[in-house]
Antibody
Framework: EVQLAESGGGVVQPGGSLRLSCAASGITFSTYWTSWVRQAPGRGLEFVANIKPDGSYTSYLGSVRGRFTISRDNAKSSLFLQMNSLGAEDTAVYYC?????WGQGTLVTVSS | DMQMTQSPSTLSASVGDRVTITCRAT??????LAWYQQKPGKAPKLLIY???SLVSGVPSRFSGSGSGTEFTLTISSLQPDDVATYYC??????FGQGTKVEI
């Protein structure tokens, strides 16, 4: 059974940083594109970033480009999202996704 | 940037009705399109990939069609369990804004 487990969410002040992690199991992680998707309270799904299986290519939502960095460690079947210069608009549940498999999400709240 | 536009944003129908949701892409995406169902407080569930391929275990009342820039998700006979918000997505990229289906 494929499992994705996000961690690292929490409350952070505006301008602060957080690092999200996603641990994958039950899947050959190193062969899949992986993504971060977020959902602000009461809002729709929003693509944040994705990364090629070997980590050589990344793509970002325009509003996070330059502030967020997606990375992966295939040896540890893990995906990361480094988030800097956070603002209220980044408040959301952040999901890790690999094809049809999604984690349960981790909540990031940006508030003073 | 690529944009995905869904319509309608909300849909109210009766049990047994045929329901259709439309998704339009601003660029040609061939059949690189997925449909998701999301219920409150839950992670999205993949229903359809490749624009028209049904995920194993998904009821056959769900179907997808289209290619290029215009796509549809059809529920042939709406059931109470289908109350949810539905999203289209260009593979691994942008989502439509969602269609809330009510009974």
């Amino acid at each position: 059974e494929v499992q994705l487990a996000e961690s690292g969410g929490g409350v952070v002040q505006p301008g602060g940083s957080l690092r999200l992690s996603c641990a994958a199991s039950g899947i050959t992680f190193s062969t899949y594109w992986t993504s971060w998707v977020r959902q602000a309270p009461g809002r729709g799904l929003e693509f944040v970033a994705n990364i090629k299986p070997d980590g050589s290519y990344t793509s970002y939502l325009g509003s996070v480009r330059g502030r967020f960095t997606i990375s992966r460690d295939n040896a540890k079947s893990s995906l990361f999202l480094q988030m800097n210069s956070l603002g209220a608009e980044d408040t959301a549940v952040y999901y890790c996704a690999i094809n049809e498999h999604w984690g349960q999400g981790t909540l990031v709240t940006v508030s003073s | 940037d690529m944009q995905m536009t869904q319509s309608p944003s909300t849909l109210s129908a009766s049990v047994g009705d045929r329901v259709t949701i439309t998704c339009r892409a601003t660029q040609n995406i061939n059949t690189w399109l997925a449909w998701y169902q999301q219920k409150p407080g839950k992670a999205p569930k993949l229903l359809i990939y490749g624009a028209s391929s049904l995920v194993s275990g998904v009821p056959s009342r769900f179907s997808g069609s289209g290619s290029g820039t215009e796509f549809t998700l059809t529920i042939s006979s709406l059931q109470p369990d289908d109350v949810a918000t539905y999203y289209c997505q260009q593979y691994s990229y942008s989502f439509g804004q969602g269609t809330k289906v009510e009974i």
